[in-house]
T-cell receptor
């Protein structure tokens, strides 16, 4: 089992819809969870982080964390074509000082 | 968010030469630096992790004598690709993290596209 798993996609959603990106992790000691967006040919940029169970909202983005189920998700409301990118989930266990990345989910927002 | 500057953004070199890539954290102290490489349409692959003032920890299969990492200060880490060959052509990305006690996040440099001819 991979440490951080994401569906590679592509996930296609129409413009204006909600895009739901999911990520599961195997290390129960994980404490911090991050979502990055990577456009083709560019390096990843941090868009959201979450530490506590529940939801965290930032503009059109909502991160959801369920530690019991070892599940973290990212919702993008009112999806725009400019949101089309690969979204990487990352998990950090401060004891190991290592960030484990998923392989990413490619999102396509159709105009 | 925090700013990480990586230089150069693009380099073309001849086979057999060495290339140095610099990564600087501009507005925070990076206690840990990660170096990744990424092939086209593939996921990030962690090469090594370095903490300031100590030797880097390399991932399995990554040659430490070929990919020299120096993390001499809390704001600067360098990756030197020695005796580069065409198969080393890739997108190299540094990633700096800070304040791990509170899970402060990891921030990427802009990446360096290396082409070895």
């Amino acid at each position: 089992q991979k440490e951080v798993e994401q569906n590679s996609g592509p996930l296609s959603v129409p413009e204006g819809a909600i895009a739901s990106l999911n990520c599961t992790y195997s290390d129960r000691g994980s404490q911090s969870f991050f979502w990055y967006r990577q456009y083709s040919g560019k390096s990843p940029e941090l868009i959201m982080f979450i530490y506590s169970n529940g939801d965290k909202e930032d503009g059109r983005f909502t991160a959801q964390l369920n530690k019991a189920s070892q599940y973290v998700s990212l919702l993008i409301r009112d999806s725009q074509p400019s949101d089309s990118a690969t979204y990487l989930c990352a998990v950090n266990n401060t004891g190991t000082y290592k960030y484990i990345f998923g392989t990413g989910t490619r999102l396509k927002v159709l105009a | 968010g925090a700013v990480v500057s990586q230089h150069p953004s693009r380099v073309i070199c001849k086979s057999g030469t060495s290339v140095k890539i610099e990564c600087r954290s501009l507005d925070f102290q990076a206690t840990t630096m990660f170096w990744y490489r990424q092939f086209p349409k593939k996921s990030l692959m962690l090469m090594a992790t370095s903490n300031e003032g100590s030797k880097a920890t390399y991932e399995q299969g990554v040659e430490k004598d070929k990919f020299l990492i120096n993390h001499a200060s809390l704001t600067l880490s360098t990756l030197t690709v020695t005796s580069a060959h065409p198969e080393d052509s890739s997108f190299y990305i540094c990633c700096a993290s800070a304040n791990l006690g509170t899970g402060g996040g990891a921030f990427f440099g802009q990446g360096t596209r290396l082409t070895v001819v």
